[in-house]
C-alpha cells in the first residue's frame, strides 16, 4: 500500500477562517480523493483531485467552498473556506494506486470549528 | 441513488467466537467489494477485498460475495478484544473509482 502523509492532523479553527490540508504520497498515483467524515458518521465523498485539471466534485460540495489543487501526482491539498461549526469533521485524502478502485487512506485531519 | 446498507450495531460477540458482518448494495453492477476496519480516532484501513462470488479468506478474515443477492459479509473467527472496532462495507460508484461506504458496523469484542 501507498504511504500516505496528511497535515495537519488536527486543528482547532475560528468561525469565517479557512484551513488547507495537504495530502503527500510516497509514489506516484493516478487517483486522489478527499472525502468527510463527520461525526458519527460514515465516509462522503468530497472530490476526486485531477492532476492539471479542476477537481470534480460530488453532489453538495463546490469549489469556492473546498477548493483542491493537484499540482501533481504525489501531492493534493483540500481548503475549507469560510469555515462555520458544521464543517466540524474528519477529512480524509485517500488514493487509488493501483487503479484497481483499492483506496488506501491518509490518517486524517480532525477539524474542529469555534 | 447507490446505496450501501450495513447494520449499525453495536455487534457484541465473546472472544474467540465468530463475529458475522453483513452488507447490501443496491447496485447489481457492481463488481468490487472492500472492507475496512476504523478505530476509534484512526483512519479506515483496508482489510479485504474481493470481486468475484465465493469465498476469499485472509487469515482470521473470510469475506463472502453473492452477487444473485446482493450482499457482501466478513466473517472474523477466533475474535480478539483488539478487533474493536467499526467496519465499513464500500462499494464503487457506477463502476469508477469512487467509493459509497456504508454506515458501518460497530463491533465489540468481549473478553
Known amino acids: 500500500s501507498a504511504v500516505i502523509s496528511q497535515k495537519p492532523s488536527r486543528d482547532i479553527c475560528q468561525r469565517g477562517t479557512s484551513l488547507t490540508i495537504q495530502c503527500q504520497v510516497d509514489s506516484q498515483v493516478t487517483m486522489m480523493f478527499w472525502y468527510r467524515q463527520q461525526p458519527g458518521q460514515s465516509l462522503t465523498l468530497i472530490a476526486t483531485?485531477?492532476?492539471?485539471?479542476?477537481?470534480?466534485?460530488e453532489s453538495g460540495f463546490v469549489i469556492d467552498k473546498f477548493p483542491i489543487s493537484r499540482p501533481n501526482l504525489t501531492f493534493s491539498t483540500l481548503t475549507v473556506s469560510n469555515m462555520s461549526p458544521e464543517d466540524s469533521s474528519i477529512y480524509l485524502c485517500s488514493v487509488d494506486r493501483q487503479s484497481n478502485t483499492e483506496a488506501f487512506f491518509g490518517q486524517g485531519t480532525r477539524l474542529t470549528v469555534v | 441513488q447507490k446505496e450501501v446498507e450495513q447494520n449499525s450495531g453495536p455487534l457484541s460477540v465473546p472472544e474467540g467466537a465468530i463475529a458475522s458482518l453483513n452488507c447490501t448494495y443496491s447496485d447489481r453492477g457492481s463488481q468490487s467489494f472492500f472492507w475496512y476496519r476504523q478505530y476509534s480516532g484512526k483512519s479506515p484501513e483496508l482489510i479485504m477485498s474481493i470481486y468475484s462470488n465465493g469465498d476469499k479468506e485472509d487469515g482470521r478474515f473470510t469475506a463472502q460475495l453473492n452477487k444473485a443477492s446482493q450482499y457482501v459479509s466478513l466473517l472474523i473467527r477466533d475474535s480478539q478484544p483488539s478487533d474493536s472496532a467499526t467496519y465499513l462495507c464500500a462499494v464503487p460508484m457506477d463502476s469508477s473509482y469512487k467509493l459509497i461506504f456504508g454506515s458501518g458496523t460497530r463491533l465489540l469484542v468481549r473478553p
Open positions: 483531485a485531477n492532476q492539471g485539471s479542476e477537481a470534480t466534485y
